[in-house]
């Protein structure tokens, strides 16, 4: 197990190591530069930039100072904003992002599961219908759609929330809708099914037939069960989650990390793309490394390599 | 009606004119139609038949095991004086692991894959014993010895997947006598083993039911398992008994065509071979629509017009002399009417083997 979980680490190391190689090399191959903008600069001030900027160095010496800063998880000053690092912009956007996102999360696991669970029992009945109702829609409607008409009713004609920033609470109820909005009806159909798959295994005929207690069935051989199937995708979900972000952010106009990056794509700030980019890797790989501990214990037929054993 | 073997004890469960329905969007699955039979303390009861034929629903029904779409339309099935079939559930539950207990055909999907099997007995005592997690797991161990699991105190930490088909199915046993149940319901238990493990599985099995003195219902395809563990045997199909009797005597003089069809697709008895049965011509019938007389008729050589039209009675001993004490059949051809087939009806016949 130990050493499972140091194998794994390593490569996430690895992992991240290329991921770095590949987006450094990429940024510089993309033609045009941070600062060949619309406007005009003098070639003195660009110089004057590129030099600021060691643009003129060999680009194996950037490629190797770019390292030497990571691995002090420096990533870098901004291109864009002079006097502002990438690690700066992070960290000021991290709580909007994280927060949303956690929500976003919360819901669509502490929601979405129940509700799956409620359909499931009451199969064919009207809880079950008003669920699988509620999910088809969800899942068939786009976030961007679910935010623009949700922000029109309850921001714009209504007013019971704000249409941007997150001065209270209430700002935080439509992002999340619109965030977790999809994840949380497809969680909901897959619990669903997932619940409904198990109820009908031989090993729950035999915990009834051991004289359980109905609940005892239900929670203790059903439904941790029912559960693997939603843990694998849990690693997607977050991840999705994430680049949802990007858009959410936007659209209600979040100062969170998502839109720093938008805005440093169109602003061709490479540090920033880069290191936005990096950070979201690193994060998405530990988020996986979570969750496929989680499975490793909810499911023991899972098998670890033989270096671990 | 009720069938008295030579016991002279009460039946410990007695199930009368059961009958179960499946209830699906293509219609109603009349799976079991009218089934009594009795088991009394100390014995094996075999229920034959080929597949389809309702002998598991049969003992879902008994132990209310349905899936949710499936309903006991009609009879009773009394176990000590209690019929299961009007039991509250938590009375039912009280029971079910406990005095009645049932061990399924695949030991693969019948053992919770992300519980250690240790747990899984440990949960079926404490269930219906107020005892220790401490004490459950010493019970278990015995278990474990009892059904021949070597190194049992380590064995229990393992989970299913950790077993070989024999090994599982020997788990499935220990649960299954983890509360000592009067009554243990064998749901075609080696069907999914090797030949080889499904005779040492058997012989547990034997042993276990000598020396506890359980009485066992024991359900499968192989007359050959028939032969070699069961007292009495009921034969089913289309969701009716068709013959029952002393296994002696209905391998010796079967008066039920669908019995005879079944032994004469067993190519030597006497060596004992284990024999999954070959089908007779023709298939069983649908049971979203039964046919309104004998379930048989299609495929029986001797069918008369009446047996299409009407589903005859259960002869029994005391109706024609040839059937033996506690001998039973559902065919026409024991109507006091019924012309002359020697295998079947004719007095000629009796004691020949
Ligand atoms: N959940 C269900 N829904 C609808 N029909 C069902 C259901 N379960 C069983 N049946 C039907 O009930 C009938 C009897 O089934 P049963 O399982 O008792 O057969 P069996 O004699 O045990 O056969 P096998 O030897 O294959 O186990 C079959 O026709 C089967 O299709
Ligand atoms: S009742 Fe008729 S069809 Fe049925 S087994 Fe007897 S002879 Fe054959
Ligand atoms: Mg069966």
Redo the contacts between chains.
């Keep these: 197990m130990i050493g499972y979980i140091i194998r794994r680490l390593l490569m996430m190391i690895v992992t991240l190591f290329a991921i770095i190689t590949l987006t450094f090399f990429l940024m510089h191959a993309v033609p045009g530069g941070p600062f060949t903008s619309e406007k005009q600069v003098l070639p003195e001030i660009q110089a004057a930039l590129d030099a600021k900027y060691h643009l003129n160095d060999p680009i194996w010496l950037q490629y190797f100072n770019y390292l030497k800063g990571i691995a002090v998880l420096d990533l870098g000053p901004s291109f864009k904003y002079p006097g502002l690092t990438v690690n700066e912009m992070i960290v000021e956007g991290l709580p909007v992002t994280m927060k949303t996102g956690v929500l976003a999360l919360l819901c669509v696991v502490a929601l979405g599961v129940p509700l799956g669970i409620v359909a499931a029992l009451f ?1 064919n009945k009207w809880p079950d219908t008003l669920v699988m109702v509620f999910a088809t829609i969800g899942v068939a409607i786009p976030s961007y759609v679910v935010a623009t008409v949700t922000l029109y009713i309850f921001a714009l004609r209504l007013g019971w929330v704000p249409t941007f920033g997150l001065d209270d609470w209430r700002g935080f109820i439509l992002p999340v809708l619109a965030l977790s909005g999809f994840w949380l009806a497809f969680i909901a159909r897959l619990s669903r099914s997932s619940l409904l798959e198990t109820l ?4 729950m ?9 109905p609940m ?1 069935v239900l929670f ?2 059903g439904l ?2 029912s559960l ?1 199937p939603i843990v694998t995708v849990l690693g997607p979900v977050v991840a999705n989650l994430l680049t949802g972000s990007f858009v959410i952010e936007q659209i209600f106009a979040l100062p969170g990390i998502g839109r720093h990056f938008v805005l440093s794509i169109t602003n061709r700030d490479y540090t920033t793309i880069m290191g936005i980019t990096i950070f979201y890797a690193a994060f998405l790989m530990v988020m996986i490394f979570i969750v496929d501990m989680i499975y490793l214990a ?4 899972i098998k670890l390599g033989k270096a671990s054993s | 009606m009720t069938i008295t073997a030579a016991h002279t004890s009460e039946p410990i469960l007695s199930v009368k004119n059961l009958s179960t329905s499946f209830f699906s969007d293509r219609g109603e699955v009349k799976a079991v139609r009218g089934v009594s039979f009795d088991v009394y303390p100390g014995e094996i009861l075999g229920i034959v038949g080929e597949s389809g034929s309702g002998k598991s629903i049969t003992c879902m029904s008994v ?1 209310r ?1 349905l ?2 779409n499936g309903r006991v339309l009609d009879g009773s099935a009394v176990f000590e004086g209690k019929d299961l079939t009007t039991l509250p559930s938590r009375q039912m ?6 005095d009645i ?2 061990i ?1 055909q ?1 030991p693969m ?8 099997v240790g747990e899984q007995i440990i ?2 005592i404490r ?2 014993r107020q005892v220790s997690r401490a004490d459950a797991a010493k019970r278990a161990i015995e278990l474990f010895d009892l059904v021949k699991i070597p190194s049992p105190s380590k064995r229990l930490k393992s ?1 299913p ?1 950790e077993f070989s088909g024999g090994m599982r199915q020997r788990v ?1 046993i220990a ?1 299954a006598l983890s509360c000592d149940p009067k009554l243990l319901v064998a749901d075609e238990p080696t069907t999914a083993l090797d030949v080889t493990i499904q005779r040492q599985v058997l012989q547990l099995l034997k042993e276990l039911q000598s020396r506890l003195g359980m009485a066992v219902i024991l359900i499968t395809h192989d007359l050959g398992v028939i032969a070699e563990v069961t007292d009495r045997i009921l034969v089913m199909y289309g969701g009716m008994v068709m013959e029952t009797g002393r296994v002696a005597d209905l391998f010796e003089s079967p008066r039920h065509p669908y019995t005879q069809g079944l032994l004469k697709s067993i190519p030597d008895l006497s060596s004992g071979e284990h024999q999954r049965l070959s089908p007779i011509p023709g298939s069983p019938p649908d049971m979203l629509h039964p046919p309104a007389g004998c379930p048989f008729a299609p495929r029986c050589t001797h069918a008369m017009g009446i047996c299409t039209e009407a589903v005859p009675q259960l002869y029994c001993a005391g109706d024609t002399p040839v059937l033996r004490a506690g001998q039973a059949a559902r065919c026409w051809l024991h109507h006091a009417d019924a012309p002359e087939v020697p295998e079947v009806n004719a007095r000629e016949h009796e004691g020949a083997a």
Excluded: C, V, W
């Design positions: 199969r009908n295994e031989d090993y005929t035999t915990a009834k037939a051991k004289g359980l207690h005892q203790k051989h941790r069960n693997i909810l499911d023991p037929r | 132990l095991l899936k949710a539950r009280a029971l079910r692991g406990n207990s049932m399924f695949d999907t019948s053992l919770n894959p992300t519980l250690t949960e079926t269930a219906h989970y997947h499935m649960m």
